[in-house]
């Protein structure tokens, strides 16, 4: 409850949700306010979050106890999946996607299914994602200082 996601413009429009790893019909509400998803228990109690209309390249992970962050950027992708396993509150995964998972009723070939992409030979597309973390904190006890034999050389 007491961390959340900043995206880097906000994401109000509807986003899409998995029913037994297939994509679900239609749009269902944000529920990211503004550019802030609040995270907690219940959030992936219907599946994951899809922002397949994505606004935001970045996205940083934050706790309210502190201001440092785990940061996200990406380009190329269209589209965010954010999820957590079932019995495992302590993992979360965002990743950055393309495509889509298989509509609930999509029966076609892989190369039929919406929202992928189809490169032609001899095309290209870059994609990348960047992923920084906070800086160590400054260790508890400093490294004790080097004796005189180490300073002149002689270790």
């Known amino acids: 409850d007491s961390y959340r996601l900043e995206f880097g413009d906000p ?6 949700r998995v029913d037994n790893v297939l994509l679900r019909a239609g749009g269902h509400p944000s ?5 802030t998803l609040r995270l907690h ?9 899809i922002l397949d209309q994505l ?11 502190d201001d440092e962050a785990v940061t996200l950027a990406w380009r190329g992708f269209e589209k965010l999946a954010i999820w957590s396993p079932p019995d495992d509150t302590d993992l979360l995964c965002v990743e950055p996607w393309f495509g889509l998972p298989d ?7 892989y190369r039929t299914k919406p929202a992928q992409l189809h490169l032609d030979p001899g095309q290209e597309r870059e994609f990348s994602l960047r992923i920084s973390l906070p800086s160590p904190a400054p260790a508890a006890s400093a490294a ?7 300073q002149d050389g002689r270790r």
């Open 144 to 150: 004790p200082k080097p004796t005189a034999s180490a």
């Open 55 to 65: 606004a935001s390249t970045t996205v940083h992970y934050r706790s309210d106890e």
């Open 41 to 49: 228990p219940d959030l992936f109690s219907d599946g994951a979050i």
């Open 11 to 16: 994401e109000p429009t509807p986003v899409r």
């Open 103 to 109: 509509p609930v009723d999509f029966e076609g070939e």
């Open 31 to 35: 529920p990211v306010d503004g550019s």
